[in-house]
């Protein structure tokens, strides 16, 4: 069980998930602002995303949330 009540993030092996450290959703948001990515906690809420094979970019979720609203 993570120790942020919220997360919704599935991937239990990543050492950033926050019930692999004791420093909550900070290391998670650090590393994806390093590399210009957003948290997979954000993909989920998109609905229509069906997964974001590996390219969490700004760029591609921008993409994904302008084809959610359209539907």
Known sequence: MS???FCT???L????HPQNQNEGCTPCIEKNLRKHEIP?????????AGGAEGKYTFQKFAEEIMTAEDN
């Open 3 to 5: 120790k942020v009540p």
């Open 40 to 48: 997979a906690c954000f993909w989920f809420k998109i609905e229509t």
């Open 9 to 11: 993030c599935p991937t």
């Open 13 to 16: 092996e990543c050492p950033h």
